[in-house]
């Protein structure tokens, strides 16, 4: 009697875990671990895109639309762009950052984006207390926005930190650390003069 216990709890074990393997797999709606072909065009020479200067070889990422996938011959509308991500080992200036990629906010409804720091390349003599409070994350930073068509580090577009990581969000309310952090690294922000 135990051994057949023993193999229903097994069996049942099994069949769990399948089922919950499958779940994970038809979460991606492209199905497997590919993404969709988001259209995307490469700069050819250095531009102004969402108010910021761009390198040679930067690519443009942007919303799925009919008909268009993957690499593109010429730019699309900014209205459409989701991502800017600098050549390797290229970065811009952003709150005296050197930063490599920035994001929309993957919830379109929201006003904002991500930006994707490299500390590695930020000089011990440019640290200011925003960069060592963003860098304490160790990842992106959420931007929150007024006007959409600018991505540049113009503080007077600069509505909020939404969050810095997982670690610090806006969303949590409720917990006096992590608004006190986001709070602490917005006025930091707000003290920062880049020429």
């Known amino acids: ?90 970065t811009i200036n952003w709150g005296g950052v050197p930063v490599t990629m920035i994001s929309q906010f993957f919830n379109s409804s929201m006003r904002g984006y991500s930006v994707y720091a490299d500390f590695k390349k930020l000089d011990a003599d440019k640290r200011t207390r925003f960069s060592q409070l963003w860098q304490s994350c160790d ?18 577009n600069i509505a909020d930190v939404q969050s810095c990581s997982g670690l610090y969000q806006r969303y949590f309310k409720n917990d006096k650390e992590q608004q006190q952090f986001l709070d602490s690294m917005y006025s930091e922000l707000m003290k920062i003069n880049v020429e």
């Not at 988001?38 to 990422?61: E, S």
């Not at 762009?81 to 290229?90: A, G, Q, V």
């Not at 990842?139 to 007077?156: C, E, M, P, T, V």
């Open 1 to 90: 009697m135990i051994i057949k216990t023993m193999k229903a709890m097994i069996f049942l074990s099994a069949a769990m875990a399948i089922s919950l393997v499958g779940c994970v797999g038809n979460m991606n709606p492209t199905g497997g671990n590919s993404r969709p072909n988001y259209p995307y065009y490469v700069t050819q020479q250095p531009m102004l895109v969402k108010k910021i200067y761009v390198p040679a070889g930067t690519i443009l990422t942007y919303e799925e639309q009919l008909f268009k996938n993957g690499k593109q011959s010429q730019i699309m509308p900014e209205s459409k762009l989701t991502d800017i991500l600098l050549p390797k080992d290229e």
């Open 139 to 156: 990842d992106d930073l959420g931007i929150s926005i007024k006007d959409r068509k600018d991505w540049s580090f113009n503080k007077a």
